[in-house]
């Protein structure tokens, strides 16, 4: 005997089934969670919702000791252990652990967006994305009408709004074009002029250009300093340029791209090992001489060096060693000012900068420190 459902064409086996199945057609949600208001239908989701108030996780994963408060999530997680992606986007050849990540995946194929913005009409196709963009209405509700800029006081907007002034009363003196701020108007006329009065404070170097920020990138390629680190590895570079090429190999090399942040790796199975660190309160990398445990196998292996006393970064100037790569860098910049090579006088002969400071020679100050040090004409 089969039950049918009174509002739809559905039937079932068992009576119960049926009246679980007309509580949706109705509206009805007679189990209600003791520790809130909410309301469910069944009593199985009232019970699992309810593991959010206990904390109670009764679902422990099988490859490893982290536990789950909903079944669903702790499937999901074993996934990851075993490399498992079933769900494949329709429109192309990627595959998905999860399906409500293969859903967001081919929106980019659809170009559907079905989040819709409470405070504005904007559209999203990510419900994450929706997320981030309200907050901005919500903390920073004041936006420019000039620009895409938003503010979280008025104060702070009409301070902005001053930059999108409607008059150009600064004329340039040599072509047609206008300009709100005199000092922008003056930074123009340079290109007409060719004078370029900002110049490079290195010692022995004299290339001057029309605006500081350019002056300001120059001397850094004087520097020791490598301030650019590589996404990826510990590489560093002292040019924005040589970093991004670098970082080219990586996404060439490492195919395999974790999902939380922008590390990649050779192999899948490195992949999944490294974004079980992302894993809250996971920390699965122990040191073989305590009972620390970190996150990161380099973070051990940094750390395992205090118990070894291994110095592995060498000063390039020196012999002196470094547990950490940054106490190293900082290290060398002290070498900058004293490895200056020696200056020759007129007659060919080295000469020591502090027997020719009283001299009426121009002084260059030193980028690093207030040392002063003449410059010898030749």
Same mark, same amino acid.
């Given at each position: 005997?089969?039950?049918?459902?009174?509002?739809?064409?559905?039937?079932f086996?068992?009576?119960?089934?049926?009246?679980?199945?007309?509580q949706?057609?109705?509206?009805?949600?007679?189990?209600?969670?003791? *520790?809130?208001? +909410?309301?469910?239908?069944?009593?199985?989701?009232?019970?699992? =919702?309810?593991?959010?108030?206990?904390?109670?996780?009764?679902?422990?994963?099988?490859?490893?000791? @982290?536990?789950?408060?909903?079944?669903? %999530? /702790?499937?999901?997680?074993?996934?990851?252990?075993?490399? &498992?992606?079933? *769900?494949?986007?329709?429109?192309?050849?990627?595959?998905?652990?999860?399906?409500?990540?293969?859903?967001?995946?081919e929106?980019?194929?659809?170009?559907?967006?079905? *989040?819709?913005?409470p405070?504005?009409?904007?559209m999203?196709?990510?419900?994450?994305?929706?997320?981030?963009?309200?907050?901005?209405?919500?903390? +920073?509700?004041?936006?420019?009408?000039?620009?895409?800029? $938003?503010?979280?006081?008025?104060?702070?907007?009409?301070?902005?709004?001053?930059?999108?002034?409607?008059?150009?009363?600064?004329? !340039?003196?040599?072509?047609? +074009?206008?300009?709100?701020?005199?000092?922008?108007?003056?930074?123009?006329e340079?290109?007409?002029?060719?004078?370029?009065? #900002?110049?490079?404070?290195? $010692?022995?170097?004299?290339?001057?250009?029309?605006?500081?920020?350019s $002056?300001?990138?120059?001397?850094?390629?004087?520097s020791?300093?490598?301030? =650019?680190? !590589?996404?990826?590895?510990?590489?560093?570079f002292?040019?924005?340029?040589? /970093? *991004? $090429?670098?970082?080219? /190999?990586? %996404?060439?090399?490492?195919?395999?791209?974790?999902?939380?942040? %922008?590390k990649? #790796?050779?192999?899948?199975?490195d992949?999944?090992?490294?974004?079980?660190?992302?894993?809250?309160?996971?920390?699965?990398?122990?040191?073989?001489?305590?009972?620390?445990?970190?996150?990161l196998?380099?973070?051990?292996?940094?750390?395992?060096? @205090?118990?070894?006393?291994? @110095?592995?970064?060498?000063?390039?100037?020196?012999?002196? @060693?470094?547990?950490?790569?940054?106490?190293?860098?900082?290290?060398?910049?002290?070498?900058?000012?004293?490895? #200056?090579?020696?200056?020759?006088?007129?007659?060919?002969?080295?000469?020591? %900068?502090?027997?020719?400071?009283?001299?009426?020679?121009?002084?260059?100050?030193?980028?690093?420190?207030? +040392?002063?040090?003449?410059?010898? &004409?030749?």
């Amino acid at each position: 005997m089969t039950h049918r459902c009174q509002y739809c064409e559905k039937t079932f086996a068992q009576v119960g089934n049926k009246n679980r199945h007309e509580q949706i057609h109705t509206g009805e949600k007679p189990h209600k969670c003791q *520790y809130c208001e +909410k309301t469910f239908t069944q009593v199985g989701n009232k019970n699992e =919702h309810e593991r959010i108030h206990t904390r109670e996780r009764p679902h422990t994963c099988q490859y490893c000791d @982290k536990t789950f408060t909903f079944a669903g %999530v /702790k499937d999901k997680h074993e996934r990851l252990h075993r490399g &498992v992606k079933p *769900y494949k986007c329709q429109y192309c050849e990627k595959i998905f652990t999860a399906a409500f990540t293969k859903t967001e995946h081919e929106r980019i194929h659809t170009r559907r967006k079905p *989040y819709k913005c409470p405070y504005c009409d904007k559209m999203f196709s990510t419900l994450s994305v929706k997320n981030r963009h309200e907050k901005l209405h919500i903390t +920073k509700p004041h936006k420019c009408q000039h620009c895409v800029r $938003r503010f979280a006081s008025e104060n702070e907007l009409k301070k902005h709004e001053e930059s999108h002034p409607t008059e150009k009363p600064h004329k !340039c003196k040599f072509c047609e +074009k206008q300009f709100a701020r005199k000092g922008t108007r003056n930074e123009h006329e340079r290109i007409h002029t060719g004078e370029k009065p #900002f110049v490079c404070r290195h $010692r022995f170097c004299y290339i001057s250009f029309r605006q500081i920020s350019s $002056r300001n990138s120059h001397e850094k390629t004087h520097s020791a300093i490598k301030c =650019h680190k !590589c996404l990826y590895c510990d590489k560093h570079f002292r040019k924005l340029t040589k /970093k *991004y $090429r670098h970082e080219a /190999k990586h %996404v060439k090399e490492q195919p395999h791209k974790c999902q939380y942040c %922008v590390k990649r #790796f050779k192999q899948v199975g490195d992949k999944m090992a490294h974004e079980m660190t992302h894993e809250e309160g996971q920390k699965p990398y122990k040191c073989q001489f305590c009972d620390k445990r970190f996150s990161l196998d380099e973070k051990k292996q940094e750390h395992e060096w @205090k118990h070894t006393g291994n @110095k592995p970064h060498e000063c390039q100037h020196c012999q002196k @060693k470094f547990r950490r790569l940054v106490n190293k860098e900082k290290h060398e910049m002290t070498h900058v000012v004293d490895n #200056f090579t020696p200056m020759l006088n007129r007659n060919g002969s080295e000469e020591e %900068v502090s027997d020719v400071t009283n001299t009426e020679e121009p002084q260059v100050k030193c980028l690093y420190c207030k +040392k002063q040090f003449t410059v010898l &004409v030749f």
